[in-house]
């Protein structure tokens, strides 16, 4: 049987984790980066990150002062809840999670009201955690948190594009995104594309598309050949870290699809800066 508090305190300990602790497959992707850079200035960057990196996990501090936004993917399966409350249990488990993890960490609180900018305090807010559910056939629930910086956030895009504009446009619109960020998500950057659905889902599937393993190969040999098509003309912009040039603009392009509507191309582009910040946990 789920309960509320192991919720909590799963959320309180990804939080954490995701936000002191980078994912081994981004470590390595930016030990490769440093091999392939041949000028002093973009190596000095990337070691400047890798021991950025260090520093956090030696000290136990966030790698970053932006915590991010938390975002959180909730996969449930065939599983009891707590006095068969899904809500209490589910919701206020993360709620309260979120909140514990901000005062332990700490985490800079960085959620306020989109008017009058008054802070919560505690990383929550209306609507805020962002809770995504999806039904599995399982015996588990699985959480995900993604704490999303918005010096990347900012720079996503979305384009409804007319289906005649096929997988030229969505290269064409990605790369276009990417060029106009250049340095300002600080790069090097994994860059998550969702193609279909609608307006909002092509947004939402582009954030799952990045949560993939970065050296996990897609398994569509259409979106496998797209993905090193666009991260080889990412890289060959010359943005490089921390938009400073080099060969290392981009770590990973990670796409997903999802059908979509006759008359319509969504093509959503999600950022992720150098701190590509994620942790997953299973509770049965």
Known sequence: MITKKQVEDTICQLYKKATIILPTDVKISLENALKIEEDKLPKLNIEAILKNIELAEERAIPMCQDTGLPIIFVKIGRVDFENDDLYNT????????VQKATKKTPLRPNIVDPITRENSGNNTGQMI????????DT??????????GFGSENNNALKM??????LKGVEDFVVETVLKAGG??????VVGVGI?????????TAKKALLRDLGEKNPDPVLENLERSL???????GIGPMGLGGKTTALGVKIKKISTHTAGLPIGVCIQCWAHRHATARLK
């Open 139 to 148: 015996d588990y629930i699985e959480f995900t948190i993604l704490p999303k």
């Open 90 to 97: 589910i919701y206020n488990g993360i709620l309260n999670g």
């Open 231 to 237: 991260l080889k003309k990412i890289n060959d912009s």
């Open 196 to 204: 279909g659905g609608t307006s909002d889902l092509a947004l939402k």
């Open 184 to 189: 300002k998500p600080c790069p090097p950057i």
């Open 161 to 166: 594009a007319l289906p005649g504009e096929g």
């Open 129 to 136: 955690p962002q809770i995504d559910i999806e039904l599995i």
